[in-house]
């Protein structure tokens, strides 16, 4: 008889694998299946970027909450009743202005407030992102459409500890005497990463 | 240690595959994966800082030709079998096939032991230390110099967190490095502010 033990399998399909800790989970009493249900209504309804249009919107129409968000992140989206994990100990708000622009990435994996300005979309978590964006910010968000004139400053945030940061982006001019809801439907997932301006 | 993980600044790759309104998920596998991994932290089986790590743990070419959440798979797979939850043996049988793990841990560290404390505007530099486990510096800033622009409340040390070793919390530093000190001459005009932990840095008098 040969020795199988050197044969090599085929690897088995990210499904099967999937499949296969969830089972083992189930087996031993885990419940994974509750939890995935609890996960997707989390995902879909409570972690969405509604959550940071709302407190844009707020610190762009009162200037008292605007100073509050930028001294303390975490404690003024408390205010709107909006929580962040237990982990995310702190929530840095980053002001767009007429002169400076901010844009933040995890060059190390994938780390975002998720729970505020919504789950990292696909390329964010991708590697040429990752790589690229700390060292051609110019050119990568010129490729992603938004060109910025040399004398703009640009300050990338890499995220590579517990710290969440967000974008404050710059009110549009053509907004003046908006609501806050109207002014929130403006605000885009993208815009409080930072490769758009509104 | 110095990972495939560690991203920033390497060259080669191409235009970001960006699109309006782009989806995190893309396959209903990959929210259950997601799922399962925040039902492990859920239940202390695991910490971030040892799901992260073992993500960079994997073998490198592994590293790179997974999708991410084959990489968070991946973690969660490995720690559960490191952890005692499951054998590999089982994953295999269950899942008909070959079930790729990341490579084995290396030993962890303590925090420094006389760290420093800064303030805003303080000039710090980061430590050149080469260390096998897991590590929040990445290499790009290794030996550089910047300014500090804020301070975090204390975190646990992820070099100790992902490897079960004991330490205080820390603080983060926000320093703000400029490209030209990053990578002279070969980078667009910005500055870069990273995250680093109190015992990456040290002052520069």
Not at chain 2, 157 to 186: C, I, K, M, Q
């Amino acid at each position: 008889m040969p020795d199988q033990s050197h044969v090599h399998q085929t690897v088995a399909s990210v499904e099967q694998r999937v499949d296969a800790i969830q089972a083992a989970f189930d087996e031993r009493g885990m419940k994974p299946g509750e939890f995935i249900e609890e996960f997707r209504h989390l995902a879909e309804e409570q972690w969405v970027p509604e959550n940071g249009a709302r407190v844009v919107a707020k610190a762009w129409t009162d200037p008292a909450f605007r100073q509050r968000l930028l001294a303390n992140g975490r404690e003024a989206v408390a205010e709107l009743g909006l929580s962040m994990p237990a982990h995310h100990r702190h929530l840095v708000v980053l002001e767009n202005t007429p002169t400076v622009h901010n844009v933040i990435c995890c060059t190390l994996c994938s780390c975002t407030a998720f729970s505020i300005i919504g789950l990292p979309p696909d390329w964010y978590k991708d590697l040429e992102y990752r790589a690229r964006v700390v060292r051609q910010s110019r050119t990568v968000l010129k490729e992603m459409g938004l060109d910025l004139p040399p004398e703009m400053e640009v300050r990338v945030w890499d995220t590579t500890a517990d710290t969440r940061y967000m974008v404050l982006p710059l009110r549009p001019v053509e907004t003046a005497g908006w609501s806050e809801e109207k002014l929130a439907k403006l605000v885009t997932k993208d815009s409080m990463i930072g490769v758009a301006r509104l | 240690m110095d990972g495939m993980h560690d991203l920033g600044g390497k060259q080669g790759f191409g235009r970001v595959r960006y699109s309006l309104k782009a989806q995190t998920f893309h396959e209903p596998w990959e929210k259950r994966v997601n799922a399962l991994y925040s039902l492990a932290v859920k239940l202390g089986i695991f910490n971030m800082d040892e799901y992260r790590h073992a993500i960079e743990r994997m073998e490198p070419r592994h590293y790179l030709s997974a999708s991410y959440y084959e990489r968070s798979l991946t973690s969660l797979a490995t720690l559960c079998v490191e952890k005692g939850i499951i054998t590999h043996e089982e994953l295999e049988r269950r899942a008909h096939g070959a079930f790729p793990l990341s490579t084995p841990s290396a030993p962890g560290r303590a925090n420094v032991a006389a760290r420093q404390h800064f303030k805003p505007g303080d000039k710090v530099k980061v430590k050149t230390d080469h260390v096998p486990g897991h590590v929040r510096m990445p290499g790009y800033i290794r030996g550089k110099t910047g300014v500090v622009v804020s301070e975090s409340p204390a975190y646990p040390f992820p070099d100790a967190h992902a490897h079960g070793v004991p330490a205080d919390d820390e603080p983060t530093y926000d320093v703000r490095f400029s490209t030209e000190e990053l990578w002279p001459n070969s980078a667009d005009p910005a500055f870069v502010h990273v995250g680093v932990f109190q015992s990456y840095l040290e002052r520069v008098t």
